[in-house]
């Protein structure tokens, strides 16, 4: 086994994963939890414990990846993980946005930094805390709004770029402060 390719976990999320994820119709185990490595490290232990009723947690991360691809819309695709399993947008994101990453992108509070400054509103921080239906208009919004602020022609450019931006503004006002 190659075990370089977890080296650069986003080559291997993006490159790897997404393709056995379209060829298979479902992820593994090992697959799904490089997903919420890469977006929160921390956040492992509690998002298996969302599969404790499950046989093995194999089986729970293959149950709930194939009902994501047997699901037709985005927004119903969005739901399973947020309505039927308890996920967060930010990690409900990050999944889809690795296994469509044409049709989703991660949202992220950098991100959101990123849109307030430019559009003078809160609102894209508050979408994680909308119900279902709002939540699914203000994430639609806050897709289109990264494409128009970083003039990128995809979701997952205008992620990287949002994100870069704000972590490169970040780093120079922290070296500014001598990172008091």
């Known amino acids: 086994?190659?075990?370089?390719?977890?080296y650069s976990l986003e080559t291997y999320l993006f490159n790897e994963v997404a393709i056995n994820f379209h060829n298979k119709g479902y992820l593994t185990?090992?697959?799904?939890?490089?997903?919420?490595?890469?977006k929160s490290n921390?956040?492992?232990s509690k998002i298996a414990k969302?599969?404790?009723?499950e046989t093995n947690l194999n089986l729970g991360i293959k149950?709930?990846?194939?009902?994501?691809?047997?699901?037709v819309n985005n927004k119903d695709k969005l739901a399973v993980l947020?309505?039927?399993y308890g996920f967060y947008l930010?990690?409900?994101?990050?999944?889809?946005?690795?296994?469509?990453?044409?049709?989703?992108?991660?949202?992220?509070?950098?991100?959101?930094n990123m849109l307030e400054k430019k559009y003078k509103t809160k609102k894209y921080h508050r979408i994680k805390n909308w119900t279902f239906e709002k939540l699914w208009k203000g994430y639609e919004?806050?897709?289109?709004?990264?494409?128009?602020?970083s003039g990128k022609s995809s979701f997952r450019e205008a992620d990287k770029y949002l994100w870069s931006k704000s972590f490169y503004e970040q780093l120079i006002k922290d070296m500014e402060n001598k990172f008091r």
Request: negative net charge; charged residues 30%.
């Open 1 to 6: 086994m190659d075990y370089s390719k977890y």
């Open 29 to 38: 185990g090992e697959e799904f939890f490089c997903i919420i490595i890469w």
């Open 42 to 44: 921390r956040a492992k």
């Open 50 to 53: 969302k599969f404790e009723n």
């Open 63 to 71: 149950k709930l990846t194939s009902t994501i691809y047997e699901t």
């Open 82 to 84: 947020m309505n039927d």
């Open 90 to 112: 930010p990690i409900a994101s990050a999944i889809l946005s690795v296994l469509y990453k044409d049709e989703f992108s991660v949202y992220d509070i950098r991100v959101c």
């Open 141 to 149: 919004e806050y897709l289109q709004k990264t494409l128009e602020l």
